[in-house]
């Protein structure tokens, strides 16, 4: 844990000695992190940074591997209905366009973003940080890009999809004849790889990285 | 020791200390180049309005069905509460209990919850500091489910689509009810959970 600062010297530490805390403004004095620690507010147990291994590498094999799930877990099948003889498929974009068909614009706008718009420009802007990191070009571009990417977090939202589609089936099951396919494989695979991505990926050291404090930061 | 007591401001998005310049009003960060402020500027008055708009929309989103199965040229709409009742009387307890809980409690407890900070906040009772960060950290964290019965009806359309056999479609009611979830979220980024720890002197001690 942390030290709170002492008031009476704390205008004269330098700042790249302290630490506050976001969520509740204390003001402490900066633990060093050994590798795989993480520093908590001792007021309110917010996580202030933590300290990982090899951040930049390992998050980019993961970026990777969800930009490759993406296309399948959005366009391949997740379910299949059977119904009188009749088939028709579910995918998370034909969700998006059968809303936009029936004249529920607003909302078929929202489901897109939630489940396809913001998680496609979260990895984007994820490996567009990384990349800069790596190959040491556009850092000013990479901060602006990794400030957007902040602001969309809150708004993706596929752990919520997947909870929809197990609604979904269990609606379904009774009703007709249900087949799952493979696009709920990718999806669910795509979910894992991007809540790994977001533990590996220590926003301290990608900040750090990209300023040019400390361009090791992230290795 | 607060930050701003030591006139120290935190960047609100990269979280990087900057000293406070006197001289200006809108000070960028030194790192990212955000606009930082000691606390966001008019935070509780715009979360109210969030929150005042979006207790309006819960009206209708709860009044006016969110979809209509048509079924052999018969449509039944229904609202949130008949889909988790119909669910409950086909036996589905664990379904039922999860869209009961995501699409009904989750966004009154928001409403409820969002009001009950900033009044605490604003009057400085009748919750403790600590209360109220686990109430914050909750609505944060809880905000974004109560999208579930929305995506839920996105695949139903989908799939759910025999012509005159069986479609189903999405009414106003699911408008509305998007509408709430996402100005209940803004309304949670609105809220600048540093206010929690202000005037709260005794809390200030950090045991």
């Known amino acids: 844990m ?50 990982r291994y090899k951040v930049v590498e390992r998050s980019l094999a993961l970026v990777i591997a969800a930009l490759l799930l993406y296309v399948p877990a959005n ?34 706008v929202v489901v897109f973003l939630c489940s396809m718009g913001i998680p496609l420009l979260k990895l984007l802007c994820q490996l567009a940080v990384l990349l800069s990191i790596r190959w040491n070009i556009g850092r000013s571009y990479g901060l602006l890009i990794y ?45 894992l790889v991007q809540v790994w991505l977001e533990v590996v990926m220590s926003p301290h050291q990608i900040w750090q990285a990209l300023s040019g404090e400390d361009i090791h930061a992230g290795d | 020791m607060r930050a701003i007591d030591a006139g120290i401001l935190i960047c609100g998005e990269c979280h990087e200390l900057n000293r406070q310049d006197p001289e200006t009003d809108e000070q960028t960060c030194t790192r990212c180049g955000a606009l930082v402020h000691a606390r966001r500027p008019n935070s509780l008055m715009r979360t109210w309005a969030l929150l005042l708009t979006s207790a309006i929309l819960y009206i209708p989103a709860n009044l006016l069905p969110i979809m209509t199965v048509n ?23 664990p379904i039922a209990a999860v869209v009961f809980i995501a699409s009904i409690l989750v966004p009154t407890f928001k409403l409820v919850g969002i009001a009950l900070l900033l009044f605490s906040v604003q009057r400085h009772q009748p919750l403790s500091a600590r209360q109220r960060i686990i109430m914050y950290r909750f609505i944060e964290f809880i905000g974004r ?46 809220f600048d959970p540093r206010l929690i720890w202000d005037n709260t002197e005794s809390d200030d001690d950090h045991e």
């Open chain 2, 145 to 190: 489910w109560s999208m579930l019965d929305i995506f839920v009806i996105a695949i139903l359309v989908a799939v759910v689509n025999f012509g005159r056999i069986a479609s189903i479609e999405a009414n106003l009611g699911a408008v509305a009810f998007a509408s709430v979830v996402v100005i209940t979220m803004l309304a949670a980024v609105t």
């Open chain 2, 71 to 93: 079924s052999l040229g018969q449509g039944s709409p229904s609202t949130i509460m008949a889909g988790v009742i119909e669910l409950v009387q086909h036996g589905m307890i």
């Open chain 1, 75 to 108: 366009f391949l099948p997740i379910m299949q209905l059977n119904l009188l003889g009749q088939a028709s498929q579910d995918t998370v974009w034909s969700g998006v366009l059968g809303l936009f068909n029936t004249g529920m614009q607003g909302i078929a």
């Open chain 1, 147 to 191: 400030r957007i990417y902040h602001h969309l977090r809150d708004w993706g939202m596929l752990e919520v999809y997947l909870m929809g589609v197990l609604v979904a089936i269990v609606k379904l099951a009774d009703l007709a004849e249900l087949n799952l396919g493979l696009g709920l494989v990718c999806f669910v695979s795509l979910l």
């Open chain 1, 2 to 51: 942390p030290d709170p600062v002492d008031p009476r010297r704390v205008s004269e530490l330098p700042l790249d000695e302290l630490v506050a805390c976001h969520e509740c403004d204390l003001l402490m004095r900066k633990p060093h992190l050994a590798l795989g620690e993480k520093a908590q507010c001792p007021r309110c147990g917010y996580e202030l940074y933590a300290h």
